[in-house]
């Protein structure tokens, strides 16, 4: 079973539509003692950092011990984000999973970043199979992921700067695009990361 969690924020039956597309047995958990069973962890996510991390702290031991375990973990848009130790957005710490900031789109673009763009493939990843350089997914956001291990960069997108698009490290998976909005490149992505959850 994927777990996708429901903290108030995210585009909760888009990705679980997109998911039981591809074949996943999905649940929206809104506890956290509902993670217990869980096979693999999404959390989608539409809003503020600040606001979000408020909402998701009741989840955090549970979210960081299940990643330590070696629980398959997607996070999307806003769900990146919190996989880092801090943003620009505002004062509340991240997670802090992956080290690194969180910073604002420069000046010289339209923020938010609202349509699709291109991916610009840094190295071949499970998560990214079947997906080719240049392939277009749906972006929405205000804010980007700094890491400070460029190791973890799985692919970037350029909009004014060189965003970070993919990140990948170990069992954690994560995206600044919305692959339940991507057509059927989004779903790709969706089954690769279904394909590493042991149900």
């Known amino acids: 079973m994927i777990a996708?969690?429901?903290?108030?924020?995210?585009?909760i039956f888009s990705i679980r539509n997109a998911l039981e597309k591809v074949g996943a047995e999905?649940?929206?958990?809104a506890q956290p003692k509902e993670l217990n069973n869980a096979d693999g962890i999404v959390i989608p996510g539409v809003g503020s950092f600040g606001e979000g991390m408020k909402q998701l702290l009741p989840f955090e031991e549970k979210i960081t011990?299940?990643?330590?375990?070696?629980i398959p973990f997607l996070g999307i848009c806003l769900g990146i984000q919190i996989l880092f130790e801090r943003s620009q957005e505002s004062p509340e710490s991240g997670f802090g999973i992956i080290k690194g900031e969180v910073i604002r789109l420069p000046d010289n673009v339209?923020?938010?970043?609202?349509?699709w763009?291109?991916?610009?493939?840094?190295?071949?990843?499970?998560?990214?199979?079947?997906?080719?350089?240049?392939?277009?997914?749906?972006?929405?956001?205000?804010?980007?992921c700094v890491p400070k291990d460029k190791k973890r960069v799985t692919a970037t997108t350029e909009y004014g700067t060189e965003v970070v698009s993919v990140i990948e490290k170990d069992n954690i998976y994560a995206v600044q695009f919305h692959p339940e909005k991507s057509g059927e490149k989004g779903l790709l992505i969706l089954k690769n990361f279904l394909r590493d959850v042991k149900c």
């Not at 011990?65 to 070696?70: F, H, L, Q, T």
Request: aromatic content about 12%; overall charge negative.
């Open 4 to 11: 996708i969690i429901d903290y108030g924020m995210g585009n």
């Open 65 to 70: 011990s299940a990643i330590k375990d070696g």
């Open 26 to 29: 999905v649940k929206i958990i």
């Open 117 to 144: 763009n291109e991916l610009n493939i840094k190295r071949d990843t499970d998560i990214l199979e079947g997906i080719e350089d240049g392939d277009f997914f749906y972006f929405v956001h205000s804010y980007h």
């Open 110 to 115: 339209l923020v938010p970043q609202m349509g």
